[in-house]
C-alpha cells in the first residue's frame, strides 16, 4: 500500500496572515481566493472595493454578485468572534445596502453562531448571513491549504416557504420550474462545468454568470405568449453591443437560430427563442435541455466575440 500523508491543521493563522487587513484582507481580494470563498457560500463573487469606505468606517470587502449585482460584505477577522465585530457587521450592511452579508472568523462562539441563526430567521428572502471559519491544513511539507467552513448560513427552504404564501398560481408555476431546472443542471456534468445553479425564484428569468460585470447570460420564459427565451443580457453599454453586433452573422451560426438584437435605452439583448411552452409541465424536460443547450453555446459565443 502507498504510504499516505497526515494531515496537519495550522492553529496560528497569523503565521501565514500577520496583519487582518494588509495581509489576509489582502489575500481574499485576490480573484482565485475570492473564488474559494464564492464556491464556499454558493454565490458568485467579483470584487468592487477593498477597505471599502461606509462614513467613517470602512468594510473589509465590498463584492457584487456576479449575474445579479446584489451587494455583498466581507468582514474578516483572524480570532474569535465578538460583540464589536457584530455591530460592524450590520453597519456596514445597512450603510452599503448589502444583501448578503459574510463574516469570515477563525473560530465562532456560540452565542454570535445563534446571533446570525436569529438573523436569517427573522430577516425577509432577500437578506442572507454568512459565518465561516477560515482554516489552514497542510500534508507533510507540502504547501498550507486554506479551508472555508459554513457555520451559518440563510436558511433559504424556510424562507422560500415564508414567500410562496402570498404567490400567485403563475408564480408558483416558475418557482417550480426553475426549481425543476436546477435539478436539470445538477445532473448533467458538461453543463455544470461552465454554470454554478442559483437559488430557484418565482420570476420570468434566471441568470447565469459568464465571469463579466458587464453582461450575462438570461434565460427567461413566457408564459403569455408560451415560449422560451436564451440571451445574452448587456446591462448598460453600448459599444459591448456594438461590438457584438459585428459579428451578426457569425453568432447566429453558432446559435443555429435567428437572433433577435434588441436595444433598449440602458440594457441589451442578444436574444434567441422558441415555441416550448413553459405552462405545460410535460415539455419541461424539452425546455431545460433547450436551455442548457444555448447557454454553453451563448458562452462560447461571449468567449469567441466579446469585448
Not at 454554470?195 to 427567461?220: C, V
Amino acid at each position: 500500500m502507498d504510504k499516505l500523508g497526515k494531515m496537519i491543521r495550522i492553529t496560528d493563522l497569523r503565521s501565514v496572515w500577520p496583519h487582518e487587513a494588509n495581509d489576509f484582507t489582502k489575500w481574499l481580494a485576490q480573484e482565485e481566493n475570492l473564488a474559494l470563498l464564492s464556491d464556499a457560500i454558493d454565490i458568485d463573487l467579483e470584487l468592487e472595493e477593498r477597505e471599502s469606505s461606509v462614513g467613517s468606517f470602512s468594510v473589509d470587502i465590498f463584492a457584487k454578485e456576479v449575474g445579479t449585482n446584489r451587494r455583498v460584505i466581507i468582514e474578516n477577522q483572524l480570532e474569535d468572534t465578538n460583540h464589536d465585530h457584530l455591530g460592524k457587521l450590520i453597519t456596514y450592511a445597512s450603510g452599503k445596502g448589502a444583501e448578503v452579508i459574510v463574516w469570515v472568523v477563525k473560530r465562532a462562539r456560540d452565542e454570535h453562531r445563534q446571533a446570525i441563526e436569529w438573523l436569517n430567521q427573522h430577516t425577509d428572502s432577500n437578506i442572507g448571513f454568512f459565518l465561516l471559519e477560515i482554516e489552514l491544513w497542510q500534508i507533510g511539507d507540502s504547501m498550507k491549504a486554506p479551508r472555508f467552513n459554513i457555520v451559518e448560513k440563510p436558511n433559504d427552504w424556510s424562507k422560500t416557504m415564508k414567500t410562496i404564501e402570498g404567490l400567485s398560481d403563475t408564480d408558483l408555476l416558475k418557482l417550480e420550474f426553475w426549481t425543476g431546472f436546477n435539478d436539470a443542471m445538477s445532473n448533467n456534468d458538461e453543463f455544470k462545468h461552465h454554470f454554478r445553479a442559483r437559488k430557484a425564484s418565482p420570476q420570468h428569468w434566471y441568470d447565469l454568470s459568464i465571469g463579466s460585470s458587464a453582461y450575462h447570460i438570461g434565460l427567461t420564459i413566457n408564459t403569455q405568449k408560451q415560449s422560451i427565451g436564451t440571451e445574452i443580457y448587456i446591462n448598460d453599454d453600448k459599444d459591448i453591443f456594438e461590438h457584438f453586433k459585428q459579428y451578426k452573422d457569425e453568432i447566429a451560426a453558432m446559435l443555429n437560430s435567428e437572433v433577435e438584437w434588441r436595444e433598449a435605452k440602458k440594457a441589451c439583448r442578444i436574444f434567441i427563442s422558441t415555441d416550448i411552452n413553459p405552462k405545460k409541465r410535460e415539455a419541461w424536460p424539452k425546455a431545460y435541455n433547450w436551455f442548457l443547450e444555448k447557454a454553453i453555446v451563448f458562452k462560447e459565443v461571449a468567449a469567441k466575440y466579446g469585448k
